[in-house]
Nanobody, 118 residues
Framework: QVKLVEFGGGLVPLGGSLRLSCVAS????????MGWFRQPPGKERELIAT??????????IIKDSVEGRFTMSANREMTAVYLQMNDLKPEDAGVYYC?????????WGPGTQVTVSS
């Protein structure tokens, strides 16, 4: 069973930065288009960025409000994906998850909480 574990979240001041990491078991990052998702408090989970499979997979921002501030990438070993988040705003708060960008999804990991203080 594929295991996804996210970490790197925390409390950050308005305008600050965080780098989230997601470690994936098996060969998920190499073979699947991966995505970062965000679930704001009281709202549904939404897709915010994707990265196509493979060593040279291209990343794409899906959520307009994070364009120019967030960047998705993967490590050379294809075992993890990252989300670099800059100029964080209060509306960026929530629990962040990684998974395949579209159905079928693997079992969701625990996510990592991001809180932005204003």
């Amino acid at each position: 069973q594929v295991k996804l574990v996210e970490f790197g979240g925390g409390l950050v001041p308005l305008g600050g930065s965080l780098r989230l990491s997601c470690v994936a078991s098996a060969d998920v990052v190499r073979t699947s288009t991966m995505g970062w998702f965000r679930q704001p408090p009281g709202k549904e989970r939404e897709l915010i960025a994707t990265r196509r499979s493979g060593t040279y997979g291209t990343a794409r921002i899906i959520k307009d409000s994070v364009e120019g501030r967030f960047t998705m990438s993967a490590n050379r070993e294809m075992t993890a994906v990252y989300l670099q988040m800059n100029d964080l705003k209060p509306e960026d708060a929530g629990v962040y998850y990684c998974n395949t960008a579209s159905d079928p999804h693997f079992h969701w990991g625990p996510g990592t909480q991001v809180t932005v203080s204003s």
